[in-house]
């Protein structure tokens, strides 16, 4: 039975690429207001997911519904009303490098077509000002702005639109410790000022225990673990053990595994 609580549900969820099987028989609820990572080595079909969370690819079998109606069947306009609900900060094509920073955050609101230029103005700044970004970088261009500029623009268009929805891929991927830090940091306010829905992949452990409520893992085609940190943690799945309890692992949950 499909559940009202979980804004996204997905139920016997297989992906495949010709032959090659990503998923087998996924099954998982995001409930309203949390923080769910998604874990799982390089090709475990994390981005893949999420894509399909999204309706931008189509499941091999199974079925996806996002705020309680099913991804399959709708028009095209019906998909694009419930992807405006969503937020999106993928890795690839954080922004796109022939617009400013203005234009790039402008884009989702434009694409409305119901809002006059001076209120996308109005709004355009508001969001710069929520990511920490100072207005007067408004009219550069992607390519004049330092790695940690990039994404906290890419998350000020990520949530142009007040999203419900928020999809991370690897949000702190290529920032350095202390710029991760500081964007982890701005996630978690946007998160409680816009009470969003967060769904997101990483490899990042410290990002991992300073956002998520749950984490679910993606190995061999399944997710073999969902739960709490700790509950996670406790498994003995091989990719648990190398993940959570290597060097790396100690360090970001403490000496003892300890997440709290
Ligand atoms: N459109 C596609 N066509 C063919 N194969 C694809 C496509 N999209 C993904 N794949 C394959 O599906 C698998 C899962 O990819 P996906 O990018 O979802 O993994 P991931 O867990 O996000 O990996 P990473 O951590 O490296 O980003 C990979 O083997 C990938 O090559």
Redo the contacts with the bound molecule.
């Keep these: 039975m499909m559940n009202s609580e979980c804004l996204i549900e997905i139920e016997g969820l297989h ?1 495949r ?2 032959s ?1 099987v ?1 998923h087998e028989d996924i099954n998982l609820c995001v409930h309203r207001g949390e923080v769910l990572a998604l874990v ?10 999420m894509r399909q969370m999204l309706g931008l ?1 189509m499941p091999a079998e199974g079925a996806v519904r996002i705020f309680g109606e099913p991804l399959d069947g709708h028009d095209r306009k019906k998909l694009q009303s419930m992807r405006n609900r969503c937020g999106v900060l993928f ?1 690839k094509g954080a922004l796109f490098s022939a617009l400013s920073v203005y234009d790039n955050i402008a884009l989702p609101m434009r694409e409305l077509h119901i809002l006059d230029e001076g209120m996308i103005r109005d709004l355009v700044m508001l969001k710069l000002k929520m990511v920490d970004i100072e207005t007067r970088h408004a009219s550069k261009m992607p390519a004049e702005l330092s790695g940690g500029m990039i994404k906290r623009i890419a998350l000020a268009r990520a949530i142009a639109l007040d999203p419900e929805l928020l999809f991370l ?2 949000p702190t991927a290529g920032l350095d410790p202390e710029l991760s830090e500081g964007f982890v940091e701005l996630i978690r306010t946007m998160r409680t000022e816009l009470t969003l829905t967060i769904v997101m ?1 990483t ?1 990042d452990l410290d990002t991992l225990v300073a956002l998520s409520d749950r984490v679910a893992v ?1 190995a061999d085609q399944r997710i073999v673990a969902l739960g709490g940190l700790r509950e996670v943690v406790g498994k003995t799945h091989p990719f648990i053990t190398n993940f959570f309890r290597g060097e790396r692992g100690r360090k970001a949950l403490g000496n003892n595994g300890d997440v709290l």
């Design positions: 992906t690429f010709g090659h990503v799982g080595g390089s090709g475990s079909g994390k981005t893949a997911l690819e890795q891929d690897e992949a490899h993606l």
